[in-house]
């Protein structure tokens, strides 16, 4: 049988080559006939991508295999095809045996025999992966775009000039300022000038190096007024990017550079501290640390309460108006409403404010502090282990604000650090006190007593003056002791000692050398007059009037031994030696008097 005698019927299975090029596709193949629009061909990738068998379609109408919501477009396609066209490609579904469908792209040419079209020969190509594709391109653009719009760092693009053509919404949370506030502003603007050079320079590389990173820390201006540091890492976008610029993508540092910089204030101070350096110093260090910390242009500075613990005394205040500190240099009182730090001492707590020109706790300070561009002021006590107040610590701004968490996190370890240095100092002032007085009556002890005599009897070698050392003892006080008990001997030692400070002159000493034993130096006489005149005054003291303890009235007197400097060759111990031997005489002749020793009579 002829070729030219095949009938269309049979026109499907004459050629071997395009059965095996539509056997082998991994898209439908498909053919339909002209006359009745039913199935001819159908290759093997059918039914791997329907389920269906090629068999139970080939005869069938092709539209009971489509959507019916897409056999319209599908039939209009066809008679395009048959009448010569060649249409375009058409989207449509394909039913599959599980029930659902094949999302597939068709395309279609008139198949002709001896110049007469007997059908329409196409494939439909799969698009479930690449729609699949989209979805996840898709869902993966808007997750991005969720990310830069959630995101804690500030994500910006930039144009090659430095123009702001994008901003992510945390530039409020980081910076102050709206989203699209900086649109169209340079970014060098607002960047402080000392660090723009340096960002401008790692800008440039950026853009001179595509796909390299560049990073740069540098400080940015708050919309409040205030320093940020940040850390930028940028990005030339390549130039088939949707977007064009420099990709920023922007994280703050300031509160790690403010814990940093306050350990390394906190090591600074607790080395200066260790090595016993003036509290000055120390406090000086932490204050001036405290301000670099801040990079917000805070002012600091630290008070101490006074001996009286009535007023705060200014002991820090590196970058306050001299003048300022000048007029609180007399103290300030601590009360209910004197200023921040005042009133921070005699609450035991912080106080805020945040506006000094309208909180009346400044009634008393505004001019002063107003006159030197003062507007705001915070204060924290200085507390001691124990609770007890050593001082404020103040942070001073140039205009009205309230502290945020950060702000006060920093001034309470800046205050505690200030109570470790305070507490130290005192303790070792304490320390030294102790190695040099009486703990009961507060006056220095002998081993004081020992160097101040040694340093008048010196001093009256070189003036050829004379010095007189007197020894006081408390008559009978063992009687005292056995009738009140040594708590009311203790407190009789302590009366008397004020006594003996009371009559004593500048210059003079008086320390407690026992149990009732006194002692007083005077570094200059001029005659032992004037040594009988001063033990005298001193008896009388202690004689009159009476004293009061536990309710009962004691009569008290005392008797004094006096020894005087007479010679290049006296030394403190033989003056307190002298001394000695002139009160033993003193108590032999009955008391509550005052002998001279007299060399002829040691002999």
Not at 7 to 30: G, H, Q
Not at 547 to 576: F, K, N
Request: proline share 5%.
């Amino acid at each position: 049988m002829s070729e030219h005698e095949l009938s269309a019927e049979n026109a499907w299975d004459r050629e071997e080559r395009f059965r095996l090029l539509v056997e082998s596709s991994p898209d439908i193949v498909f053919g339909i006939r002209a006359d009745d629009h039913t199935i001819a061909l159908l290759n093997p990738a059918f039914e791997e991508l329907t389920g269906w068998p090629a068999s139970e379609w080939l005869g069938r109408p092709f539209t009971d295999l489509l959507y019916p919501d897409d056999i319209a477009a599908a039939l209009e396609r066809l008679d395009q095809a048959l009448r010569g066209a060649v249409p375009p490609r058409i989207e449509l579904r394909l039913r599959r045996a599980s029930g659902d469908h094949l999302d597939g792209e068709a395309l279609g040419w008139p198949y002709v025999i001896d110049g007469r079209t007997v059908g329409l020969v196409g494939y439909v190509r799969d698009l479930s992966d690449k729609r699949g594709m989209q979805k996840v391109l898709q869902e993966n653009e808007q997750s991005f775009a969720a990310l830069i719009e959630n995101s804690l760092d500030i994500v910006t693009i930039l144009h090659l000039d430095g123009t702001v053509r994008y901003q992510s919404p945390s530039i409020g949370a980081i910076l102050g300022y709206a989203q699209e506030e900086l649109i169209g502003r340079n970014i060098f603007e607002i960047i402080h000038q000392e660090d723009a050079p340096r960002a401008i320079a790692v800008f440039g590389e950026a853009i001179q190096e595509p796909g390299a990173v560049r990073s740069v820390e540098y400080r940015m201006l708050h919309k409040d007024g205030s320093w940020r540091t940040l850390e930028s890492r940028g990005l030339l976008l390549p130039p088939h990017a949707d977007v064009s610029g420099v990709l920023v993508n922007t994280r703050d540092l300031t509160e790690r550079k403010r814990a940093e910089a306050l350990r390394d204030a906190e090591r600074h101070v607790l080395e200066l501290i260790a090595r016993n350096a003036p509290l000055s110093e120390a406090l000086d260090a932490l204050a001036k640390s405290l301000e670099e910390a801040s990079g917000d242009g805070m002012l600091s500075s630290i008070c101490l309460v006074s001996e009286d613990e009535r007023t705060l005394v200014p002991a820090a205040a590196p970058s306050l108006p001299p003048a300022f500190s000048q007029g609180l240099a007399q103290g300030v009182p601590i009360g209910p409403d004197a200023g921040s730090c005042g009133t921070a001492a005699y609450r035991k707590g912080l106080v805020v404010v945040s506006d000094i020109a309208s909180d009346p706790l400044w009634v008393d300070y505004r001019e002063l502090a107003l006159q030197h561009g003062l507007r705001a002021c915070w204060s924290m006590p200085v507390l001691s282990a124990g609770g007890t107040v050593l001082g404020t610590f103040a942070l001073y701004y140039r205009e009205p604000r309230a502290p945020d968490d950060a702000n006060l996190a920093l001034v309470q370890r800046a205050a505690n650090l200030a109570g470790i240095a305070i507490e130290r100092k005192r303790s070792e002032e304490l320390i030294e006190h102790l190695a040099f007085h009486d703990v009961l009556t507060g006056l220095p002890n002998r081993r004081l007593l020992e160097d101040r005599l040694a340093a008048a009897l010196a001093l009256a070698r070189r003036t050829e003056d004379r010095s007189a050392l007197m020894f006081l003892d408390l008559d009978r006080f063992k009687n005292v002791n056995d009738r009140l008990g040594h708590g009311g001997g203790d407190r009789l030692l302590q009366c008397v000692a004020e006594r003996l400070c009371a009559v004593i002159r500048t210059g003079e000493t008086v320390a407690r050398v026992g149990g009732d034993e006194f002692m007083v130096l005077l570094p200059r006489v001029a005659d032992p007059a004037h040594a009988a005149r001063a033990a005298e005054r001193i008896l009388a003291a202690v004689r009159q009037p009476s004293y009061a303890i536990d309710d009962q009235e004691l009569a008290v007197t005392a008797s004094i031994g006096v020894a005087l400097s007479s010679s290049d060759e006296d030394d403190g111990e033989t003056l307190m030696r002298n001394a000695d031997a002139a009160l033993y005489r003193a108590k032999e002749l009955g008391r509550d008097n005052c002998q001279f020793h007299e060399p002829r009579k040691a002999a």
